[in-house]
T-cell receptor, first 113, second 114 residues
Framework: NAGVTQTPKFQVLKTGQSMTLQCAQD?????MSWYRQDPGMGLRLIHY???????DQGEVPNGYNVSRSTTEDFPLRLLSAAPSQTSVYFC????????????FGSGTRLTVV | AQSVTQLGSHVSVSEGALVLLRCNYS??????LFWYVQYPNQGLQLLLK??????LVKGINGFEAEFKKSETSFHLTKPSAHMSDAAEYFC????????????FGAGTRLFVKA
């Protein structure tokens, strides 16, 4: 029972580089979300998806793209990395009624230099 | 728009003392409410949730929270703190319809003194 799997766990990027953070869940959850965690700011919602083919913006979407071609996968793409995107990124999933709360991945620590 | 305010970024208690972590929310409709815990270098784990059944909700590790609609609050309590409770705690609110968009508070770090 893997739950939510995020890769990589650590990444260092140079300013302007692009990369994709991977997220996969094996619980057949409809809802998936990406959050970034910064000290003193809690978790801020970047993008979320209510099912395959459906995505929407959260609180801080600029500089990030997502797609949801399958129920299992929800990758987050950084188009042109900036130092302000240095953060810990969490992917989370939930069943469709939303009342059970999220299952979180273990996070990706990203540093942009 | 929904929002969450956690009062106190740091709370320190002695082992065996009452733990009280405060959370107030803003939502145009009755929301779902959650408390999560995060231990160092880990993801978040669900502690407990309110989904419109009993207003007093019991969770894991002896924690409980009470939903008070009139005060728009969902404070987290534990009668007797243990050293292992030291962690960061997040309150979260989510919509009941339209996508289950979940917004988190800034977090409260709990310190437990021996």
């Amino acid at each position: 029972n893997a739950g939510v799997t995020q890769t990589p766990k650590f990444q260092v990027l140079k300013t302007g580089q692009s990369m994709t953070l991977q997220c996969a869940q094996d619980m057949n959850h409809e809802y998936m979300s990406w959050y970034r965690q910064d000290p003193g700011m809690g978790l801020r919602l970047i993008h979320y998806s209510v099912g395959a083919g459906i995505t929407d913006q959260g609180e801080v979407p600029n500089g990030y793209n997502v797609s949801r071609s399958t129920t299992e996968d929800f990758p987050l793409r950084l188009l042109s990395a900036a130092p302000s995107q240095t953060s810990v990124y969490f992917c989370a999933s939930s069943e469709s009624t939303g009342s059970y709360g999220y299952t979180f991945g273990s996070g990706t620590r990203l540093t942009v230099v | 728009a929904q929002s969450v305010t956690q009062l106190g970024s740091h709370v320190s208690v002695s082992e065996g003392a009452l733990v009280l972590l405060r959370c107030n929310y803003s939502s145009s409709v009755p929301p779902y409410l959650f408390w999560y815990v995060q231990y160092p270098n880990q993801g978040l784990q669900l502690l407990l949730k309110y989904t419109s059944a009993a207003t007093l909700v019991k969770g894991i590790n002896g924690f409980e929270a009470e939903f008070k609609k009139s005060e728009t609050s969902f404070h987290l309590t534990k009668p007797s703190a243990h050293m292992s409770d030291a962690a960061e705690y997040f309150c979260a609110v989510s919509e009941r319809t339209g996508g289950f968009k979940t917004i988190f508070g800034a977090g409260t770090r709990l310190f437990v003194k021996a």
